[in-house]
């Protein structure tokens, strides 16, 4: 009997061994080539990472060796929609600008910014999408689902990162989404020889925190897991100081802080150009006599805000303070009317398009009037530079992210008001020189009757600290800090 178990065990550990090691055979077969800093190198030049700038300038001149020289292929990972993931585009412009070659991973949904698309330097490397199934956004069918995602996006970015991308001396990953985003990553960073760059837009278990509450056990491991990997990343980038204080004291990791700042499409523009933009635009064609301020006494106010339409953008917020604003303008003929116009596509959409359509029925919304709208980037960019004032919906998982909504408004010279009640807000809007923090919906309908009704000119001092913000740019930014770091300058 003894004899019998015991040789069952051993068949069992010798079936097993026979698996893992062709398991391991295999894997060693299909290993991906390795970056190698010591190819494409001028000729008595070993030394790694010094003056990168000057060399590829030297290499561009040997025939048949490729312009961007060693140390310049870069991976730019995101685990979303590239069109919906500025930040990410703007670092592979940044990157390209300076001579690097970038493989842009990512899901090709939304429009790309036509810069990288008209960039020779830049290669998207479109992922592709989970079956719908698995893309249910049902709470209940969560525990199934969920890894059954992630067994599907871990052997496409595998793929993707191994074998339809050349090895890179950097990849930069946006996180979150962390899972499996930041495991993936080490390990085709370890086995290609790549330097992993994380780059901290905020913590991904802090949002799986909103979906599931933050005492749930996945969201505790998640936290461990965001943790555990951020210790083999070579550097971190964060958006903001206070992220980077977490990430120190938290993680015990040194990040670099690379605030976000408005790409060049988001500029002020003159009073002709808007007159001119917001007769062209459908959404405020209608509307454009009315928000231009010679023709009537009264002009409309054209507000705008842009949402993802998700958990951690309460749009009831806004929708009850203008409701709110929308009453008193009735009984104060003083107040302006206001045009606000949302931009932006997710999943709680469809839910406040009707909520918006029965209150329209039910005559709450008489002074204002709310248009939802899907525009082009550059028709974006002009809506902002039209407005009279921004909204920002973002309440911050984490406390210490920042919206880039925000930025780009301020990009385009616009004051903006938000949810502030987070860590990080007064790192980006000041307090009455180029916006104004709210923390419910009451204080937002008052803001709105104070900055319109306009008494003491505070919506023009407000423009113009929003103006003088949007001096400050992205390029400036990332050469002084992501040029540094991934030593292109
Ligand atoms: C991305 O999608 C667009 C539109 O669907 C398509 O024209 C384009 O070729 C795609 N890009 C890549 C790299 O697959």
């Known amino acids: 009997m003894f004899g019998d178990a015991s040789h069952h065990v051993f068949e069992i550990a010798l079936a097993l061994a026979v698996c893992l090691s062709i398991g391991f055979t295999l894997f060693l077969l299909t290993l991906p080539s390795r970056y190698d800093p010591y190819k494409n190198r001028a000729p008595g030049n070993s030394a790694e990472g010094e003056d990168d700038g000057k060399q590829s300038d030297a290499e561009g001149k040997v025939p048949g060796k490729s312009l961007w020289g060693a140390g310049k292929t870069f991976q730019i990972v995101v685990l979303g929609d590239i069109g919906r993931s ?5 670092h592979a412009i940044s990157i390209a600008k300076h001579g690097g070659k970038v493989f ?8 790309i910014h036509p810069d990288i698309l008209s960039n020779p330097h830049v290669k998207i490397v479109p992922l592709s999408p989970a079956p719908a199934i698995l893309r249910s956004s049902s709470k209940i069918l969560f525990p199934i689902l969920a890894p059954l995602k992630v067994i599907w996006q871990t052997s496409n970015l595998y793929y993707a990162l191994c074998y339809r991308t050349e090895p890179g001396r950097w990849m930069l990953v946006q996180n979150p989404p962390s899972i499996p985003t930041l495991a993936i990553a080490t390990i085709v960073s370890f086995i290609r020889n790549t330097n992993l760059v994380i780059d901290w837009h905020n913590f991904g278990y802090s949002i799986l925190g909103l979906k599931l509450g933050p005492r749930h056990p996945l969201v505790k491991i998640s936290a ?6 951020s210790r083999f990343a070579s550097h971190h980038i964060t958006v ?3 992220m980077a204080r977490v990430l120190k004291n938290d993680y015990g990791a040194q990040a670099v802080t690379l605030h976000d700042r408005p790409a060049s499409l988001f500029q002020p523009i003159s009073s002709q150009a ?3 933009f917001l007769t062209r635009l459908p959404e ?9 301020s010679d023709s009537t006494s009264t002009p409309w106010r054209l507000l705008v805000s842009s949402t993802s339409w998700t958990a951690d953008e309460d749009f009831s917020l806004l929708l009850d303070a203008l409701c709110a604003y929308s009453a008193q303008a009735t009984s104060k003929p003083n107040l302006p009317k206001i045009l606000a116009i949302i931009t932006g596509k997710g999943p709680q959409k469809e839910h406040y398009l009707s909520r918006i359509a029965s209150l329209n029925q039910e005559g709450k919304l008489k ?13 974006y960019a002009l809506l902002l530079a039209s407005a009279d004032l921004g909204v920002s919906l973002h309440t911050s998982s984490s406390g210490v992210d920042l919206p880039m909504k925000v930025v780009d408004m301020f990009g385009a010279g616009l004051p903006v008001v938000g949810w502030g009640k987070f860590e990080a807000w007064p790192e980006l809007v000041k307090e009455d020189v180029n916006g104004k923090g709210f923390g419910s919906s009451d204080k937002l309908w008052q803001l709105l009757v104070n900055l319109f009704e306009d008494r003491d000119g505070l919506l023009a001092t407000l423009k113009e600290g929003a103006l003088k913000e949007s001096e400050y740019r992205w390029d400036g930014e990332w ?9 292109l300058l």
């Not at 842009?104 to 429009?111: D, F």
């Not at 461990?224 to 990997?229: A, C, G, V």
């Not at 405020?284 to 231009?292: E, P």
């Not at 002074?367 to 525009?375: D, G, P």
């Open 224 to 229: 461990l897991y965001e943790k555990l990997f």
């Open 284 to 292: 405020t064609s209608s509307y454009a006599q009315d928000l231009t």
């Open 104 to 111: 842009l991973i990512g899901y090709n949904e939304s429009e």
């Open 86 to 90: 500025p930040r990410m585009q703007y």
């Open 274 to 276: 808007r007159t001119s």
């Open 479 to 487: 050469d002084s800090v992501g040029g540094k770091l991934f030593q």
């Open 367 to 379: 002074n204002v009037v709310i248009s939802t709208a899907w525009l082009t980037p550059e028709d």
């Open 240 to 242: 903001t100081n206070a």
